[in-house]
């Protein structure tokens, strides 16, 4: 039984930052799978923050992000961070860890989700 389970959110003000993480049990280290994160502002599309495939280099970071979030990845503990840095209002979203089979952009792609955790920016 897979479980996703996201931590580190919380109210910060603008420029600051933030680390989440997303803790994976359940899933076989040797499959090789991919967490992505996502997020959603109320009344807005669920939107891409970054993906990696677990236990290699391979990440993408969302374009709204780019250059601001850093995903990092402890293959040991199965966990995915997040570091956010330079916080806009616009961040404002709650936050969701995903992981699946494939390094994709798309949510269908992606087969248990956490229950996420919220961030706000002011």
């Known amino acids: 039984h897979v479980q996703l389970v996201e931590s580190g959110g919380g109210s910060v003000q603008a420029g600051g930052s933030l680390r989440l993480s997303c803790v994976v049990s359940g899933y076989a280290y040797s499959d090789g799978y991919c967490l992505g994160w996502f997020r959603q502002a109320p009344g807005k599309e669920r939107e891409e923050v970054a993906v990696?495939?677990?236990?290699?280099?391979?990440?993408k970071h969302g374009d709204s992000v780019k250059g601001r979030f850093t995903i990092t990845q402890d293959n040991a503990k199965n966990t995915l961070y997040p570091q956010m840095n330079s916080l806009k209002p616009e961040d404002t979203a709650m936050y969701y860890c995903?992981?699946?089979?494939?390094?994709?952009?798309?949510?269908?792609?992606?087969?248990?989700w956490g229950q996420g955790t919220q961030v706000t920016v002011s």
């Open positions: 995903a992981a699946g089979p494939v390094m994709s952009w798309a949510t269908y792609d992606y087969n248990y």
């Open positions: 990696a495939y677990i236990n290699t280099r391979s990440a």
